[in-house]
């Protein structure tokens, strides 16, 4: 009995991709490169929905695979939104990027992909990004109540809350951060000073300059 063998499909390369995906957004693109072997591609903010769909019906890229964002805290526009592409047919991907600020909401894409809803909500809670037309744009990985924006470069490490498991109360509880004065000494001092080794900062010891 005869079997058919369905092979995956093949690897493309990105020689060619770029300048014909490009050509197809026309006036939506700002910006395009390729870098670390990965096509990036930056468009109009508004243009989103639109960039994106085009690259779905008529270049096979069928899958969202990730939204992620990144924050420039240095520019105007400091928060940068990543939409990640996949092409089932192709065996390839494509980042589509675009700017705003914490003022200034994304189209949301959940009428293309309703998975991007949760992606939505995952940087709006981790960088306080809004997007338009998302009826559901609520925290998903923060606590209730949750203060701030923790991915923000300007997020204190230490966050402005602690919790734990307070016995009187038999339950847990929330307060704000304190850290005890004699556990901030950052002299960077080596931790392993005195030893047969000599490491970057154990001439502060002996007053040198680091």
């Known amino acids: 009995m005869s079997e058919v063998l369905h092979s995956a499909p093949k690897f493309v390369s990105n020689e060619g991709v770029l300048d014909t995906l490009v050509s197809a957004l026309g006036d939506m693109v700002l910006s395009s490169k390729e870098e670390h072997g990965e096509i990036v591609i930056t468009v109009k903010r508004d243009e989103i929905g639109r960039a994106i769909k085009l690259l779905r019906d008529e270049h096979e890229y069928q899958q969202l695979v990730e939204i992620a964002g990144v924050d420039f805290p240095e520019r105007t526009e400091r928060f940068e939104v990543v ?3 996949l092409s089932l047919t192709k065996n390839h991907r494509v980042m589509v990027k675009l700017s705003t600020d914490e003022n200034t909401p994304v189209p949301t894409v959940t009428t293309l992909w309703p998975v991007a809803g949760w992606l939505e909500r995952e940087v709006f809670d981790m960088y306080g990004v809004k997007f338009a037309g998302n009826n ?5 990985l923060t606590d209730y109540g949750f203060s701030g924006h923790p991915l923000r470069k300007d997020f204190p490490l230490t966050g402005y809350v602690e919790l734990r498991y307070s016995e009187e109360e038999k339950r847990v509880v929330y307060e704000p951060v304190e ?5 901030r000494q950052f002299d960077f001092l080596s931790p392993w000073e005195g030893s047969e080794y000599v490491l970057p900062g154990d001439e502060k010891a002996e007053g040198g300059e680091a």
Do not use: K
């Open 83 to 85: 939409y990640m592409l």
């Open 179 to 183: 850290l005890a004065q004699d556990l």
């Open 136 to 140: 559901d744009l609520r925290r998903n």
